[in-house]
């Protein structure tokens, strides 16, 4: 029951097709471990990256897979412990891994002794990860690792109708349909409003106009984070799976959306947006939103994915449904294990002192 570990790009590229017949048998598998998706992150991720891949024999084809991400972390120059990330961390907003159904008993418990015996880490992080398989993964793992649970995350889902007005009718309330389609007709009054999609020729000007109205709330994005967002984003538009809506009117950008199209799944992930602060009192925010649900539906999808946060307005406005994201962690026993992670609560003290003391 071999598991090879892939660790180059080329070893990738070599399964890469075997792998993209995994991921479509795999209902419970996500768009952030899709093979097109992986072989982006694998270009710029900062982590020492692998993908675990699972055959039932030595000749036989794939039937799961894992990718997984390495990562030292250091207090001034000096490493204090390993981490093992599940999943394409840090850029997927879900972890995930992908096994045919009918393999998943004899797959995933393989790849959780591979974890174990053919990785040096301290600390394995599971962060976002809504498969319910993760007991099995984790089910052959030596019994003197000791394991922690922190609270689950919220992640909401909105099960699309069959058209705009049946799904308005069923999944919102008659209170949140006005008030939405109100800021939709407030929007589209004003001049010069338009709605325009991002094309390979005109990416890099949606993407300026999404980061300048991001700014308006959260502040510049940090140079690293532009630069995998933008790596991210345009090879996901290069293979028509990724959405970049921005609202104009009055002559400059007021609203912008970004979200992943996942056609195997018939799914539209919502990943970020922003709005000018001069337009607030139209509801810009909920109004793009609104224009992508109502893009997906059209689209025939089956699903818009809000991702993670229990935010009301994605459960409460829109009418998601929330799903539980697990988040977890196992632990080595080792020396340096339990000195880094003494250490590293103990940095985290002085810093939320530093921070409480009055300048």
């Not at 850029?91 to 393989?110: D, I, K, M, N, T």
């Not at 407030?186 to 020729?201: D, F, I, M, N, W």
């Not at 109004?287 to 409460?316: E, M, N």
């Not at 009418?319 to 026993?333: E, F, H, I, K």
Request: glycine residues 6%; proline residues 6%.
């Amino acid at each position: 029951m071999p598991v090879d570990v892939l660790t180059s790009l080329e070893a990738f590229d070599a399964t890469r097709a075997a792998l993209d017949e995994v991921y479509a048998a795999d209902c419970e598998a996500n768009l952030f471990c899709a093979p097109w998706w992986l072989r982006a992150w694998l270009e710029i991720t900062p982590l020492e990256w692998a993908v675990l891949v699972y055959r039932p024999e030595t000749a036989a084809a794939p039937v799961a897979y894992l990718p997984i991400g390495l990562r030292s972390v250091a207090a001034r120059g000096v490493a204090l412990r390993r981490e093992l990330l599940l999943g394409a961390k840090p850029y997927g907003a879900l972890s995930s891994f992908a096994c045919r159904p009918e393999h998943s008993e004899q797959a995933l418990p393989v790849l959780g002794r591979a974890l174990h015996a053919d990785f040096e880490w301290d600390v394995l992080r599971i962060d976002e990860l809504l498969d319910p398989r993760l007991p099995l993964l984790l089910r052959d793992l030596p019994g003197d690792l000791q394991h922690e649970r922190d609270e689950p995350l919220v992640c909401p889902v909105l099960d699309l109708g069959a058209d705009w007005d049946s799904h308005l009718a069923t999944a919102m309330s008659k209170k949140g349909r006005f008030n939405l389609r109100r800021s939709l007709r407030q929007l589209a009054e004003l001049p010069g409003y338009r709605v325009s999609a991002a094309t390979p020729e005109t990416f890099e000007s949606h993407l300026a106009d999404l980061l300048t109205l991001w700014a308006h709330r959260w502040g510049p994005m940090p140079p690293n984070e532009v630069a995998y967002t933008r790596h991210m984003y345009g090879a996901s538009l290069r293979r028509e799976a990724f959405w970049l809506r921005v609202v104009h009117a009055e002559e400059r950008p007021i609203a912008a959306l970004a979200a992943f199209d996942d056609d195997v799944r018939g799914s539209v992930l919502y990943y970020t947006s922003g709005f000018h602060p001069d337009y607030a009192r139209l509801s810009p925010g909920s109004a793009i939103v609104g224009l992508a649900i109502r893009d997906a539906i059209a689209a025939g999808r089956r699903s818009f994915d809000f991702l993670v946060g229990g935010h009301d307005y994605k459960l409460s406005f829109f009418g998601a449904r929330a799903r539980s994201a697990a988040r977890a962690r196992v632990l080595r026993r080792s020396l340096r294990g339990t000195v880094g992670a003494a250490l590293l609560r103990a940095r985290d003290l002085v810093r939320r002192v530093r921070g409480a003391s009055p300048s």
